[in-house]
T-cell receptor
């Protein structure tokens, strides 16, 4: 069983470019979460998606950031017009169960490390 | 959101047991207690979770106080590979109705050979 896959593992962008981060959840998982870890800081929730639906985006910055989880294919976190402050590790997690009950386990990917020059 | 309090850091010797404490005095009756850990340069990894009763798995044990206001993660024999940041997180309708995990600063565990 393959775990959560994220690509690319490392991404370098210049200011103003776009960054696309991909996440393939574990087989059979239909719930995807994105988290961001800024340098020397803790992990922060960004967005929770189910297939074709954004369920909770309370942690997403209001501008330049978007996420999707289409019916087919990986989940995508998109950052437009990147700035140096976007440099961070972005982690994706997936879960097999309906969220909210509290007993769900999240399985994390290895992360994408974004560096903005 | 219900909060947890953990010591910033702890040290242990290899092959000895480690007890990592967590206080969660505002826990609601429906919140689960989860533990994750993050090894250097890796994504978080699930360790264990429980609701009211103590739990054991191949990685660790979770001891939950009777009033549920605190819990302890127990690593029975620490190895160098257990050096990581350990996060105690509450999850459930009382703290997050969408299952998102709210990470604090965690406890940085150092294991000495």
């Amino acid at each position: 069983n393959a775990g959560v896959m994220q690509n690319p593992r490392h991404l370098v962008r210049r200011r103003g470019q776009e960054a696309r981060l991909r996440c393939s959840p574990m087989k059979g998982h239909s719930h995807v979460y994105w988290y961001r870890q800024l340098p020397e800081e803790g992990l922060k929730f960004m967005v929770y998606l189910q297939k074709e639906n954004i369920i909770d985006e309370s942690g997403m910055p209001k501008e330049r950031f978007s996420a999707e989880f289409p019916k087919e294919g990986p989940s995508i976190l998109r950052i437009q017009q990147v700035v140096r402050g976007d440099s961070a590790a972005y982690f994706c997690a997936s879960s097999p169960q309906v969220a909210g009950g509290g007993g769900e386990t999240q399985y994390f990917g290895p992360g994408t490390r974004l560096l903005v020059l | 959101d219900a909060k947890t309090t953990q010591p910033n850091s702890m040290e242990s010797n290899e092959e000895e047991p480690v007890h990592l404490p967590c206080n969660h005095s505002t826990i609601s009756g429906t919140d689960y207690i989860h533990w994750y850990r993050q090894l250097p340069s890796q994504g978080p990894e699930y360790v264990i979770h429980g609701l009211t009763s103590n739990v054991n798995n191949r990685m660790a044990s979770l001891a939950i106080a009777e009033d549920r206001k605190s819990s302890t993660l127990i690593l029975h024999r620490a190895t160098l590979r257990d050096a990581a940041v350990y996060y105690c997180i509450l999850s459930g309708p009382g703290s997050s109705n969408t299952g998102k995990l709210i990470f604090g600063q965690g406890t940085t565990l150092q294991v000495k050979p």
